[in-house]
């Protein structure tokens, strides 16, 4: 099935030790968050499996294979957050910014590449909306079409922080379920987030890091175990 898989890694920013032996496992297939408290670390472990940091120390493979290699086979996609304010002045169309992801596929034929784009907006429910703006689209819009970048570019594993920042509840959740009903069609999903209650509905396992691994397992473990703490993660932030 393949697997992402860390081995004693470590990295640091300015002599300041942001991960520190930390060693993982996360099955091909399965919807993994990725929770901690404000400066864990998340976002830097997402930037070392995506391949946009090197570990000091240690090894990151995907499917045994180096990030780069995997990189380079379109295996994982880093999907990027967008927010409105920077959207806005952005001329491209949903069905532009889509096409973008299969730029560096150069092997794709201009059939198979409008082929995967609307199979792509099919499955995010945005191929109506293929000729409006970005800018000119909701947070949680925005957001699935960035969604659908990766699965035009038939990447395998998908990583996202925080997909659901500043998106409305309602929004929040339809990300939420999407990002299941990928996960059932065979894709592997790893979401940083802060909506540990509304995330836990939809994902296999959780990943608690402090700097190092604090909690790996499921959901419901989780949430028995660790929510006073976690309520204290984000109080007044
Ligand atoms: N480019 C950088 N240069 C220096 N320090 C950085 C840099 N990026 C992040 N850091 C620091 O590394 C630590 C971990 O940051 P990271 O963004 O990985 O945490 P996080 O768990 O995602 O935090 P949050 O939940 O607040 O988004 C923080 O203390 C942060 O200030």
């Known amino acids: 099935m393949g697997e992402i898989r860390l081995e004693k890694v470590y990295f ?9 032996d930390l060693s993982l496992v996360i099955p091909a297939g399965t919807f993994t968050i990725v929770v901690g ?4 670390g998340k976002t830097t472990l997402l930037r070392l499996v995506a391949g946009l940091l090197s570990p000091e120390e240690g090894k990151v493979t995907i ?21 409105n304010k920077n959207a806005s002045q952005f001329p491209a169309t949903v069905y532009e910014i ?27 429910g945005m191929w109506e909306l293929r000729d409006r703006r970005i800018g000119e689209l909701s947070g949680g819009q925005q957001q699935r079409v960035m ?3 990766a699965l035009a570019r038939h990447s ?23 990002l299941r009903s990928l996960c059932r069609q065979g894709l592997t999903i790893i979401m940083v987030t802060h909506d540990i209650t509304e995330a836990a509905k939809v994902a296999d396992e959780v990943i608690c890091v402090d700097r190092h691994v ?24």
């Open 63 to 83: 499917d045994g294979r180096s990030v780069g290699e995997a990189q380079r086979q379109g295996l994982i996609h880093l999907v990027p957050q967008i927010y």
């Open 156 to 178: 395998k594993y998908l990583l996202l922080d925080e997909p659901t920042s500043g998106v409305d509840m309602k929004a929040s959740a339809h990300i939420f379920e999407l």
């Open 98 to 124: 889509v096409g973008l992801g299969l730029l560096v596929q150069a092997n794709v034929s201009r059939h198979e590449r409008q082929q995967r784009i609307e199979d792509a907006l099919h499955k995010v």
């Open 214 to 237: 604090c909690y790996q397992g499921d959901c419901q473990g989780f949430l028995e175990s660790h929510m006073g703490t976690a309520l204290s993660w984000h109080i007044g932030g």
């Open 12 to 20: 640091s920013y300015e002599q300041e030790d942001i991960v520190q």
């Open 37 to 40: 408290p404000n400066g864990a």
């Open 147 to 149: 969604i659908a970048q």
